[in-house]
């Protein structure tokens, strides 16, 4: 396989058409969880590490996106939690695990919410965490995770359980093990694809909550985006209503 752009689009074509028809299934089953909770008044609250974090972003507070979403992120420690900027320098605070429960606590959490929790590999010990907390909590959980890493590593938690092993749904990116698609000749390879089967799976789980809403005769609360003339009117008359409950930070 050749390494140029060329080879990646065909990639990256035949992925998100294995993926976006293959996972169906989980599409709809996660869809059917995220509508109860916005049925019931719930919010999305999505959290994703490192490049997983798109996903969060993918499904919190963009154009077509769901407007009861909340992006949870490692920033939240800094920005609600009072913590030194230095404490999100470097790569290993996701594989912390004592970091869950404090993001959990400044979360603006209701009991009605749904999170999405999005990891490629599935095993760090933040993700895991978080999860187990968010389980013991009494709330769902829809992940995204590759099926293929996640198969071949071993758990960083203490409890050598994984994020796929934790969720009420699971959806699989299709990403191969270590996410890079074209080999390099010399060992190692490049195009990632991760990110964008994530962001293809998200947007097919929220056309399917809205397809739900819209059978159930409701308008559903979907942003507009704010760069069309009346489109942040639009967006704030819906995010009232889930006043102190969203979040939209940088």
């Known amino acids: 396989m050749s390494v140029s752009a060329e ?17 169906l299934p989980q599409v709809r089953a996660a869809a059917e ?15 994703g590490c490192g490049h997983s974090e798109a996903l969060a972003m993918e499904v919190a507070g963009r154009a077509g996106g769901l407007v009861p979403s909340n992006r949870i992120s490692l920033r939240d420690l800094v920005l609600f939690g009072g913590e030194p900027v230095s404490v999100l320098e470097g790569p290993l605070l ?15 959490v209701g009991a009605e919410d749904v999170f999405v929790i999005a990891s490629n590999s599935g095993v760090n010990g933040l993700i895991v965490e978080f999860a187990l907390h968010v389980k013991s909590k009494g709330h769902k959980v829809v992940a995204l995770t590759s099926r293929q890493h996640t198969d071949r590593v071993e758990s960083n938690h203490p409890s050598g359980r994984k994020l796929a092993e934790l969720a009420d749904v699971v ?12 080999p390099l000749p010399g060992g190692g390879a490049v195009g990632a694809v991760s990110s964008i089967t994530a962001a293809l799976l998200a947007q097919q789980i929220v056309t399917e909550v809205v397809r739900r809403l819209l059978a159930d005769g409701q308008t559903p609360p979907v942003y507009l985006s704010a760069n069309i003339p009346g489109g942040r009117e639009h967006n704030k008359v819906i995010e009232d209503r889930y006043a ?7």
């Not at 959806?171 to 074209?182: E, F, I, K, W």
């Not at 102190?244 to 940088?250: H, L, Q």
């Open 94 to 108: 996701e594989k912390d695990p004592t970091v869950a429960h404090r993001l959990y606590e400044l979360a603006p």
């Open 244 to 250: 102190g409950r969203i979040r939209r930070t940088a």
């Open 7 to 23: 080879a990646y689009l065909d990639v990256i074509t035949d992925l998100v058409k294995t993926v976006g028809t293959r996972q």
């Open 33 to 47: 969880v995220i509508a109860e909770a916005v049925r019931a008044g719930g919010v999305v609250q999505a959290f």
């Open 171 to 182: 959806l699989d990116n299709g990403a191969p093990y270590g996410d890079s698609t074209l």
